[in-house]
């Protein structure tokens, strides 16, 4: 049996599009677990302000890469919501998959 992948997303958000990135987020969340995303994390940094991180696990480097790609898009009618907030657009949007070592 293959072990999850650990995903971290990571980006800035404009800071005049905080309440509407905040929003928009409930649902992106929510979302993920239609890709069979597992323990779903969101965090704000301490020292870099409107820094956000994501964190989840998923099944296998296939899901991985389908989310990554629809995550980057646009077209996603959930994802793609976030990204006008988003310092830098999608260039910005920061993602990494991590296999966990025993």
């Known amino acids: 049996m293959t072990k999850p992948l650990q995903i971290f997303m990571e980006y800035k958000i404009n800071k005049e599009n905080l309440h509407e990135y905040e929003q928009a987020m409930v649902t992106v969340l929510d979302t993920l677990t239609e890709f069979e995303a597992t323990n779903i994390q969101w965090f704000i940094s301490e020292e870099q302000p409107f820094l956000f991180v994501e964190m989840f696990q998923l099944p296998t480097t296939s899901h991985y890469h ?20 988003i310092q830098g657009g999608t260039d910005k949007i920061h993602c990494w998959a991590f296999q966990r070592k025993e």
């Open 66 to 85: 389908a989310l990554k790609k629809l995550r980057q898009s646009h077209e996603h009618p959930i994802f793609g919501s976030i990204i006008p907030y």
